[in-house]
T-cell receptor, first 115, second 114 residues
Framework: ETGVTQTPRHLVMGMTNKKSLKCEQHLGHNAMYWYKQSAKKPLELMFVYSLEERVENNSVPSRFSPECPNSSHLFLHLHTLQPEDSALYLC??????????????FGPGTRLTVL | RKEVEQDPGPFNVPEGATVAFNCTYSNSASQSFFWYRQDCRKEPKLLMSVYSSGNEDGRFTAQLNRASQYISLLIRDSKLSDSATYLCVVNKPPKDTGRRALTFGSGTRLQVQP
């Protein structure tokens, strides 16, 4: 297994709900990522955290709010989502590139449906 | 122009066939290259890194042509279990501080048939 876990695996929520996605990595990595994968589209990078600092926010709407309390955990807080936000949300981790990190390892993803 | 471009397929091949996927990338300063495999409704998993000298892992051979900004993956003796989407992935150069993550192609779907 990859050593990256995500919960929940499936989530159905209404547009007025607030929910959070959780990612945990057990690989000793220090960079973590959120990606969105919609049907028939390539993975879209959302956020990058390196050494617990957000180093990239890829023009993601404010209804998505990331949180990285430590190098092993990453959250994605969701509120007032739209149906078009329904997608597979993937978390990944790697060693920071300054430490020679190169390869990303993915969690199994959370399949989100917004009604 | 897309940063990473792949033929979406699908490639439908019989068991035992040899199949090749191609990929082009736009940033000539890119330094790291990978092929990932993604099964239906699963996460991407690293298949192999791609080195300038070319590299082989069992039935899989990856090659990089920096001058043409072109990456390839060759699968020999295809198995049913090779059916998946193959993602060409390029890492932005570390000096580009705004992007430290991977850029994924849309993927090429392979279906190996009995």
């Amino acid at each position: 297994e990859t050593g990256v876990t995500q919960t929940p695996r499936h989530l159905v929520m209404g547009m007025t709900n607030k929910k959070s996605l959780k990612c945990e990595q057990h690989l000793g990595h220090n960079a973590m990522y959120w990606y969105k994968q919609s049907a028939k589209k390539p993975l879209e990078l959302m956020f990058v955290y390196s050494l617990e600092e957000r180093v990239e926010n890829n023009s993601v709407p404010s209804r998505f709010s990331p949180e990285c309390p430590n190098s092993s955990h990453l959250f994605l807080h969701l509120h007032t989502l739209q149906p078009e936000d329904s997608a597979l949300y993937l978390c990944a981790s790697q060693r920071d590139y300054r430490d020679g990190g190169d390869t990303q390892y993915f969690g199994p993803g959370t399949r989100l449906t917004v009604l | 122009r897309k940063e990473v471009e792949q033929d979406p397929g699908p490639f439908n091949v019989p068991e035992g066939a040899t199949v090749a996927f191609n990929c082009t990338y736009s940033n000539s300063a890119s330094q790291s290259f990978f092929w990932y495999r993604q099964d239906c409704r699963k996460e991407p998993k690293l298949l192999m890194s791609v080195y300038s000298s070319g590299n082989e892992d069992g039935r899989f051979t990856a090659q990089l042509n920096r001058a043409s900004q072109y990456i390839s993956l060759l699968i020999r003796d295809s198995k049913l279990s090779d059916s998946a989407t193959y993602l060409c992935v390029v890492n932005k150069p570390p000096k580009d501080t705004g992007r430290r993550a991977l850029t994924f192609g849309s993927g090429t779907r392979l279906q190996v048939q009995p």
